[in-house]
């Protein structure tokens, strides 16, 4: 493993911990005032306090558990989605291709972030509308890139022995198709969760994600912008949390991509 | 005394393997031009002829690197020259024809732009003494229309058109050396005979020296002087061409030599058997494209048809049409008598598993992820419900009649050499106990010495099991090797059909005559003789078919 | 007609299909709702008078292909509708607004594109050596920022602690080009960052792809100099990939301005766009998301059609 891959598999593996343990580490309540407001780092409160005089440290724990599960749970989604159609499409072709393909090209010919401003502003803030808006205009995405290598594999002899075989859809998909997708599919669940985290964040930053007073990082950074022209860094620690956790993934994503593109030997 | 042009000294070159480590590629090669002769540099793929060659122009590919040796050419060192003297010998004094001239020609340029570049560049010639003299080469390898050939963008030429084009790139500079590296490789062997005889009058016109790359020595011997021969990165022999030919003294040159070993005997047609296969006048089509038109024939048990033609002559079509894969037009395919169902969806599973196919390129045919147990042990349980202790036996039995230990089971096929997939290829067609296996170049992706292996074990199953074969091929020597009957194909029409014998003793159909008169022979000379008999020919008002007609 | 015209004539024609699907997709997103969108639109405050009267002013007792076609000529003759919030025509609200962030995405560009270009030309060269290494690395780190967190950075570091440029970015109508370039200096520098690393990383793996041609190995066997093989050989084969590159990320520029916008308090179209959403003012949404859409779909159209011309087999056909 190469040195940069062991920072992002570090990175990563803190970023798991504190959201499946945030809650339980974190020394305050989400939501509750503890100090006044923007107070220095200090031992009781070692990253300080917020706008609201909140524990920083602790909504930020809050907020992993949260923004990371929610960007999670939208990834997983929208890889569900996306990768049983472009599977369908790649193998069935034809019309249903044709159609599947047409309608992302539809979508797609929006830029995601425009078409999800237009569609909350008429759909309730919650957590579930979030993440299937997210995951949604997410799948696009991860449908062509199933879709296109699922075909680089559909029109392989093997598949056609199999075809000439008689054997069904179902074998063709999951024991043909599928096991020979996988690792450029992995790489890219890792690129499409940075996304789904970018983007969360940036709606959450711009006020039409998860809504206050939960803990969520994008928020977090939007509740303290002001402090910033008082010379307070206090905005810029969710935003780096933000940061580091997507060039974790990325490091992680790179190595995993140029260890497949190297020839296979056993 | 002639003078020697280039000597190339105990040469060892390394390339950087997959673990990171350095193997060689080229180990000790030594060789020696004189001026005005050309060398063959023959061997199989991964023999390191290319990097050889390359060499002689003080090149290395990405990744590669010269460890040790010497390189001399008019007796001035390559070997740890600086760039900049290197450069001025590349395309000047040393030039290089490409294997595939279609990816080396830049698609932004035209050709004559391209071909007078050198010459210009390395100030020999003046634009227009350039421009004259690719015109002037354009004649003298036979390129249509030459005053205005040069005018066009490699996209807007055909194959055979752009390697001679290629040809004329590496002969304006008036270089002292020019390396071809497999140029007709990538043609049909109609074609191939043409741009063969054109660099060969060429060479001898221009008195060039050469050095001849290609993996077919029938080919080589009817350019080369001498002949090196090359396996591995190591030099096997090297000697005149005549014996080479005729004497060689290495067990691995007279393999190369004797070509095809396999011999099928043969059989007289039996008089009325019932065919296992017939194909009765297909019509078939991708869109609006007609590919096949009005197909007629019938395969017997234990025989082989041999289908031949060239690349877009509908013979692998043929093929998906008898499987299902495409369905006809017109026309219907028959199966014992029963007419079968045109799609693939609409047959029984006893109509699928009486039809196999094996393919030209095992890499592809096997999945990458299934152990080989898996892969023949498929159709086993697929078609005849074996269980998971009776599928094991029979697979390590079908291992051992094509020729593997029973231990391959539990192998991936990244395992496997070339040959060893392409036997678990044919285990698998032949577990599902087939009528008919139909073989789509099967040999053409294997180095000869392993395809002579298969095609002798595909001879021993069918006297075994007394199956089937339709084989589809570009290769005449196979055919003469192994097939009962023929049929030959050209743009989606058979041309001529009938046992063996009757096709391949003459007279012949025109294209027939041109096929089989293209294929290079495994004799000095030959290119000449065949060039006089055609001219002559000719000369006599006969009716001679060339490439071009096609 | 000559098939080259014939291909950019067909690109056309789909770039209108598109924007007219884009317009259906865009309309249709607010009518997404299984409920009433008045009750949306105001929440919990809906009374029944204000209910009936966003009802009327969205024309909900008509049906939705009815309101979606006088959307569509509306939006043809110019007509984008009037705000639900302060009952101003939209057109007005949004013209100042579309100038200033076309000069902030130009800018961004006219700074981002050189530097992106040769940054990828230069990490080509060296491919694999120390240079591209650090750029591979520099540029893999700003892909994963937020948009945010760059501009805060920026804001921290170049207007709270040097002083060197404001931290807000206000422009007005009739101010001095220098001013101008001045009040946005930290948002075009945020944009540049972002949008470079793409642009560079694009360019370089287009300039790798053909640098691994045979065609020019061939260069390099017939003894010429690195500069020319790659001012006439590479280039110009890498042309139609690095205008593509640049086209695409020009769109996506146009789209990350939203978020920078808002960091800086630009008075942008993003800006107004993310409040119209806040306040549920739909039909602003409406046609400012058709205005970013459109803007998009139109930069692509011009990579595509750009891209086929640069193209040699298709500017020369058989």
């Not at chain 1, 945030?22 to 990253?47: C, K, N, Q, R, T």
């Not at chain 2, 990744?63 to 001025?88: D, M, T, V």
């Amino acid at each position: 493993m190469t040195p940069s891959a062991a920072i992002g598999f570090v990175i990563v593996g803190v970023y798991a911990l504190a959201a499946l343990l945030g809650p339980w580490l974190a020394p305050y309540g989400e939501a509750e005032i503890v100090a006044d407001v923007w107070e220095p780092f200090s031992a009781a409160h070692p990253l300080g306090t917020d706008n609201l005089g909140r524990d920083m440290l602790s909504r930020l724990l809050w907020g992993a558990t949260r923004t990371i599960g929610v960007a999670l749970a939208a990834t997983m989604l929208s890889f569900l989605i996306g990768m049983s159609l472009g599977y369908l499409a790649a193998v069935v072709g034809g019309w249903l291709d044709q159609l599947l393909s047409r309608a992302v090209d539809a979508l797609m010919a929006i830029p995601t972030l425009i078409f999800a401003l237009v569609v909350l502003a008429v759909l309730p803030p919650s957590v579930t509308i979030l993440v299937l808006v997210i995951a949604v205009l997410d799948s696009t995405r991860v449908f062509r890139l199933a879709r296109a290598v699922a075909m680089d594999v559909v029109v392989m002899d093997f598949v056609e022995v199999a075809r000439l075989r008689g054997e069904r859809l179902g074998w063709i998909v999951f024991r043909e198709v599928l096991p020979n997708t996988l690792p450029p599919l992995i790489a890219e669940f890792g690129l499409r969760f940075c996304f789904a985290f970018l983007f969360l964040s940036s709606l959450s930053f711009l006020g039409l994600g998860i809504q206050p007073p939960a803990a969520d990082w994008g928020g977090m950074v939007r509740d303290n912008a002001n402090a910033i022209s008082f010379g307070l860094v206090v905005p810029l620690i969710p935003a780096a949390a933000i940061a580091l956790l997507t060039i974790g993934v990325n490091l992680v994503v790179d190595w995993q991509l140029e260890r497949s593109a190297r020839p296979r030997r056993t | 005394m002639t003078e020697l042009l280039l000597s190339i000294t105990d040469l060892h070159i390394a390339a950087r393997s997959e673990q990171g480590g350095l193997q060689e590629i080229v180990n000790g090669v030594s060789l020696r031009l004189e001026h005005g002769t050309v060398l063959g540099l023959i061997g199989e793929s991964g023999a390191g002829k290319s990097t050889v060659g390359l060499a002689a122009l003080g090149y290395t590919r990405h990744g590669c690197r010269l460890l040790s040796g010497s390189i001399r050419l008019n007796g001035e060192e390559l070997f740890g020259a600086p760039y900049e003297k290197l450069r001025q010998i590349r395309g000047a004094r040393v030039t290089y024809v490409a294997q595939s001239a279609a990816a080396a020609f830049d698609p932004a340029h035209r050709l004559e732009d391209q071909i007078i570049e050198s010459a210009v560049v390395h100030g020999i010639l003046s634009p227009e003494e350039a421009r004259r003299e690719a015109r002037r080469l354009y004649e003298k390898l036979r390129l249509p229309d030459p005053d205005n050939f040069g005018r066009r963008y490699p996209h807007q030429v055909s194959g055979g058109q752009l390697q001679r084009a290629m040809t004329v790139m590496a002969m304006v500079p008036k270089p002292d050396l020019v390396v071809f590296d497999e140029p007709t490789t990538a043609l049909d062997v109609t074609t191939q005979i043409e741009v063969l005889a054109a660099i060969k009058a060429a060479i001898r016109d221009e008195r060039l020296a050469a050095i001849y790359i290609t993996h077919d020595l029938a080919l080589v011997a009817q350019i080369a002087d001498r002949i090196l021969v090359l396996k591995d990165g190591r030099m096997v022999e090297e000697g005149a061409t005549e014996d080479i030919l005729k004497r060689p003294t290495q067990p691995y040159t007279r393999a190369l030599v004797q070509v095809r070993r396999v011999h099928k005997p043969s059989a007289p047609q039996p008089a009325a058997q019932e065919p296992l296969l017939e194909v009765r006048g297909v019509d078939a089509a991708y869109g609006a494209v007609p590919v096949l038109e009005d197909i007629w024939l019938r395969l017997c048990r234990g025989r082989t048809t041999a289908v031949v033609g060239e690349s877009g002559s509908g013979k692998s079509t043929l093929a998906r049409v008898i499987t299902g894969l495409l369905p006809p037009r017109r026309g219907e395919v028959r199966l014992l008598g029963e007419p079968l169902p045109p799609g693939l969806r609409q047959r029984n599973r006893d109509q699928l598993r009486r039809i196999q196919l094996v393919y030209q390129m095992p890499d592809v045919a096997l999945n990458p992820r299934h152990k080989v147990e898996e892969i023949i042990g498929r159709p086993l349980s697929f078609y005849f419900g074996l269980g998971a202790e009776a599928r094991r036996r029979r697979v390590e039995e079908l291992l051992r009649a094509v020729e593997l230990a029973p231990e391959f089971a539990d192998r991936y096929p990244g395992e496997l050499s070339g040959g060893q997939k392409q036997r678990v290829c044919i285990a698998r067609a032949l577990a599902a106990e087939p009528d008919v296996i139909i073989c789509d170049e099967v040999t053409s992706a294997l180095d000869v010495q392993v395809a002579d292996a298969v095609l002798r074990l595909l001879l021993d199953l069918q006297a075994a099991t007394g199956v089937a074969y339709l084989f589809i091929t570009h290769d005449l020597a196979t055919v003469r090797a192994i097939a009962d009957d023929i049929v030959v194909m050209l743009d989606g029409r058979i041309v001529e059909q009938g046992t063996r014998e009757d096709i391949l003793t003459p007279p012949h159909h025109p294209y027939t005559d041109l096929l089989l008169s293209s294929v290079p022979e495994m004799e000095v000379g030959w290119l000449d003789r065949i060039l006089a008999e055609r001219a002559a020919r000719k000369a006599r008002g006969e009716r001679i078919m060339e490439a071009a007609d096609r | 007609m000559h098939p080259l015209l014939r291909l950019v004539v067909q690109r056309l024609l789909l770039g209108v299909a598109t924007l007219w699907v884009v317009s259906l997709l865009i309309f249709a997103g607010t009518e997404i709702l299984p409920g009433d969108v008045a009750e949306a639109i105001l929440g919990q405050a809906a009374t029944p008078e204000a209910v009936a009267a966003i009802r009327r002013d969205l024309g909900l007792d008509r049906p939705a292909w009815e309101r979606y076609l006088d959307w569509l000529f509306g939006l043809m003759r110019g007509d984008l509708g009037t705000s639900l919030t302060n009952r101003m025509p939209i057109a007005e609200l949004i013209a100042g607004r579309l100038e200033n962030t076309l000069f902030l995405a130009a800018t961004a560009a006219v700074v981002a594109v050189p530097i992106a270009i040769a940054l990828g030309i230069l990490a080509a060269r060296f491919r694999e050596r120390l240079l591209d290494k650090a750029i591979s690395v520099l540029t893999l780190s700003s892909i994963s920022m937020p948009e945010f967190f760059i501009g805060y950075l920026l804001i921290f570091i170049f207007a709270v602690k040097l002083f060197w440029a404001p931290s807000i970015a206000s422009v007005y109508p009739g101010m001095a080009l220098a001013d101008k370039l001045y009040a946005v200096s930290l948002p075009v520098a945020t944009l540049t960052l972002v949008v470079v690393a793409h642009m560079m990383r694009m360019t370089r793996a287009a300039i790798i792809n053909v640098m691994a041609s045979p065609y020019i190995e061939m260069a390099e066997l017939k003894g010429l100099t690195r500069t020319r093989i790659i001012l006439k050989h590479a280039l110009p084969n890498a042309l139609a990939p690095i205008i593509n590159v640049v086209v695409i990320n020009l769109a996506y520029l146009v789209v990350g301005v939203v978020v920078v916008e808002v960091v800086f308090v630009y008075p942008g179209l993003g800006q107004l766009m993310v409040d119209a959403v806040a306040k549920r003012d739909v039909p602003v949404v409406q046609a400012t998301g058709m205005l970013f859409a459109a803007t998009y779909v139109l930069l692509n159209l011009a990579a595509d059609v750009l891209a086929i011309l640069a193209n040699p087999r298709l500017r020369h056909p058989r």
